[in-house]
């Protein structure tokens, strides 16, 4: 069963969120407190991380970039609506997909199995590894190579990779990367491809011009990774 951990320091909002979750078919569990939700995710495995950015302890940010520092595990931040640093932020620092509060049960559900759905299945990915000149991307095993050596991405980072690198050569709408790469629709006002990709052109240094890959922005059109 798929194991989630919620942290955040709404005790009553994280077990109405945990008990909808089980409802759902999910194992999860509440910690609130972002120390201690650290300490439960080194001790047990958790397929999605549930995280809340304003904690009194310690700050949400700062919880996902000690997340970072350690796991891969996707992660899911909760917002303040309107807050658009703080999504930026977070997204930066390796948040797989961010929801505003307040929200449904119903609508973090939807997020974390569209998080999910992506980092597992699949079934849609070529069966072979996708070569780009110096970077090869293997689909199968969700592992990318920079010149032989493997690059650390997020579940959402490879996603969009694995979309453009299979598109090479052809510019990829930011609507069809956020319904292929995040599993969901393009929301107005959605910054969170521009921000995913920022932080994979700075992973794979494709502004070093010795490489000869490059990931175009197509104004008013999308993405473009090319092998020059």
Known sequence: MTKILHIDD?????????????????????????????KMLADEQYQLVVLDVMMPQQSGLETLKQIRQKYNTPVLMLTA???????????????????????????????????????????SAPKQALQLGPLEVQPAKRKVLLNGSEIELTSAEFNLLEVLASHAGQVVSKATLSEQGLGR???????????????????????????????????????QLSLD
């Open 10 to 38: 709404d005790i009553e909002l994280g077990e109405m969120l945990c008990e909808y979750l089980r409802g759902e078919g999910f194992e999860a569990e509440h910690c609130a407190n972002p120390i201690n939700g650290l």
């Open 81 to 123: 609506r309107g807050d658009n640093i703080d999504r930026i932020v977070g997204l930066e620092l390796g948040a797989d997909d961010y929801v505003p509060k307040p929200c449904l049960p119903r609508e973090i559900v939807a997020r974390v199995r569209a998080i999910l759905r992506r980092a597992n299945d699949s079934s």
């Open 185 to 223: 629709p393009l929301e107005r006002f959605d910054r969170s491809i521009d921000v995913h990709l920022s932080s994979l052109r700075n992973k794979l240094n494709l502004n070093n011009e010795r490489l000869p890959l490059t990931l175009h922005t197509i104004r008013g059109q999308g993405y």
